[in-house]
Structures are given as C-alpha cells and as structure tokens.
C-alpha cells in the first residue's frame, strides 16, 4: 500500500515537472518536507547533492533514494517507475497532438505557461537550497526580524558556490565542481 | 553483430546501451544528449543527426525529465514499444544500482560525523551555485517580453503566499493559454478591419 501511494506521488511529480528533472525539487520539498517531514531541509539538500553526484537522471536517482528510505528496494522500483510512466503516455498521445497543432494558440500558450512554471520552480528550488547552504538562519525569518548584529551568510559556503557559478561559465563539468566542493569542504573541516 | 540476429537480443542491446549511458554520465539529462549522439548517430550509425535534433525538440515539448524523455523517444525511435520500454528500464535500473550502492555506505537521515555535515553543508552550496546558473539559463530562454516577466511575478507571489505548487503550474499554463487566446483574439480582431 505504501508502494502504490508513493507510485501515485511519483506519478504526479512526473507529469508536473515541465522543462527537466530540476523542477521535481521543490515538489519533493513540500510533499516530503513540509507535509509530511520525513526529512529535515539539510537532510534533504544532502540527498539531493548526492543524487546530482551520481550518475544518471537527477529525477529518476533522487525518487529512487526517496523510495530506498522509505521502505527497501521495492518501494525504490515503485517511485523510479513513477516518475518514468507519465513520459510513456505524454510520448505516445500528447506529442502527435501537440505536432499537429503546433501554431495553435493553446499549444503556444501552454509552452509559453510551462515556461513561466520551470523558471518559478527553479528559482523555488535556488531558494530553497541557498536557505540551507549559504544562509546562517532561512532568510525569510530574517527577514522578518532583521538583526544586523549577526553576520548572515556562511562566508566559506557562499565562497564556493560564487566559485562554482564561475567554473559552469568555463564549461567546467559539474562532477569536477562538486568534487571540487567536497575537498574544500573537507579542508575546511580540519581548521 | 549479436545485437541483429533478433529482436530480444536487439533490446537487450538497447537496454545495456542506456544502462551503461546512465551508469558513467553525471550531471543530468542536457549532459547525456550528446553522449546519446556520439553512441547512436557516430558509433553504430542506427540514426541520423535529424533524430537527435527531433529528440530534442520533443524534449522541450512534453513534461517529465530530459533524460527519461531521451531514452523513451530514441529507444521508441530504434526498437518501437518495447524498445522505448528497454531504454526507460535501462535508466531506471542504473538509479536502482547506484543508490542502492551509495545507500550502504552513507546514511543521509543520520550523518553524525562532524566532518561529514561541514564536508555536505559543502557540496550543497556548489548545488546552489548549479541553480543559480541553471535560473539565469532559463530566465535567458524564456524572458522574452514584459508579460512573461509580469507572470512570472504573480507567480512568485503566489510560491510566497503558500499556493499549491501543483496548483500553481497548472495555473501558470492557463495563464499562457489565456495570453496567447487574447493575443490571437487581438490580432485578428486588427487584421478584420483592415480588410473591411
């Protein structure tokens, strides 16, 4: 039964994350962070650093982890399966439809609405994550009572990721950088 | 070549293909496509540039992840159903593989080592800083007129006011069919009477 919910919850973040598997993120952070907390935010960012470090589709490695934590093997094929399926039936239905009326004004409106949708996830998903890397405390409660007293950035952290932005404009690959990530991490770990 | 004596062995072929692809490509689906394409298209000559460029037309199309969008067109394109099956089955396994493989050696629920939270707390901001190139990639493409940036603005608000994210893009896609619908509306409305 646990299988089949999260069958269906993976189902659902599989035909709304428009544009690429980033988009799953800020889906996965409200049903399993928010709702329901199984993970804390840093133990979530933590698996999702580590399925964008693994090989493969971030989508599919990161509803497979979610899958292996919440109940073993079988759990992980249901969620993988999940989020692969609603490709299966888009493939095969909508794309005929959506060749055929390509100039169509409801075909142009729904690419230029899922545009507007991938930015807004993404941008979720930046906020998300830079609330639990570069942050002291989530900036939303420091916006709130603003307190200047305390520095609020993790100098080292917002450090690497300036770092890596620069890399990904030199065409760096992204298993360079994060490797690159950890080591510093590592050091810093000893000071 | 044992991948043509027939059709199961073909799949097998398909399905081993992706599984390898999946199991040493990191970075996502944008990095796979032209691995895709130095397999299929330079190697064993099975496709012609022009599918590559259809996949990734199709890519852009319909929801769902680009990697998995990949493996079902070019399996679907190779071997019909059941070869885009083979593909998808390929990407699934090597998630299967790799997880359960880094699921012995890291426990992400209970990471204790001090060294190992600084190590992650790390790699996490090298993610933000994907994001942030990722957000200006996307802002580039699909920031175009005043509209979409108004949209996107709404939006936001919505994200900050505590919308349902599926609510939200399911929104967001009616929203760009009522702006094209009145766009279209508009246009034709000026064309009618400059006829008459």
């Known amino acids: 039964m646990v299988n089949l919910v999260l069958f269906w919850q993976f189902f659902k973040f599989g035909v709304l994350c428009f544009g690429g598997g980033h988009m799953i993120i800020p889906l996965l952070h409200a049903e399993f962070v928010e709702k329901t907390a199984f993970f804390t935010p840093e133990e979530f960012g933590n698996l999702l650093a580590i399925s964008q470090m693994t090989p493969g589709a971030v989508s599919v490695n990161s509803a497979t982890y979610v899958g292996y934590l919440k109940n073993g093997l079988s759990a992980a094929i249901f969620a993988s399966v999940g989020v692969v399926f609603p490709t299966f039936i888009l493939a095969s239905v909508a794309l005929n439809f959506f060749k055929k009326h390509k100039d169509s004004w409801y075909v142009k409106g729904f690419y230029r609405g899922a545009k507007w949708a991938s930015l807004v996830m993404i941008l979720y998903a930046l906020f998300l994550f830079a609330n639990i890397s570069i942050f002291k405390q989530p900036i939303q409660e420091w916006f709130q009572n603003a307190d200047f007293s305390k520095p609020l950035l993790n100098i080292g952290q917002f450090f690497v990721m300036l770092l890596s932005v620069l890399l990904y404009f030199y065409r760096v690959p992204m298993i360079a950088m994060l490797v690159l990530a950890a080591l510093i991490g590592f050091g810093v770990s000893f000071i | ?196």
């Open chain 2, 1 to 196: 070549m044992w991948y043509q004596k027939n059709k199961l062995f073909f799949l097998l072929f398909i399905f081993f293909n992706f599984l390898k692809i999946s199991l040493f490509v990191v970075g996502g689906g944008i990095v796979m496509i032209p691995i895709i394409q130095s397999i299929f298209v330079r190697k064993y000559k099975m496709l012609q540039d022009e599918d590559i460029m259809d996949m990734i037309a199709m890519t852009q199309t319909i929801p769902g992840s680009v990697a998995i969008n990949c493996a079902v067109f070019i399996g679907g394109r190779l071997g019909g159903f059941w070869g885009s099956i083979a593909a998808s089955f390929g990407v699934v396994c090597a998630s299967l593989l790799l997880i359960g493989g880094v699921i012995c050696f890291v426990d992400v629920l209970n990471i204790e080592n001090q060294r190992m939270l600084i190590t992650f707390s790390y790699i996490r901001a090298c993610v933000t800083g994907v994001f942030v190139y990722l957000v200006m990639k996307i802002a580039k493409s699909s920031i175009k007129a005043l509209v979409d940036f108004g949209a996107v603005c709404i939006l936001l608000l919505g994200v900050a006011v505590g919308v349902p994210l599926g609510i939200l893009i399911v929104s967001s896609i009616a929203m760009g069919m009522l702006y094209t619908f009145f766009g279209d509306w508009k246009k034709n409305r000026v064309a009618d009477t400059k006829i008459s």
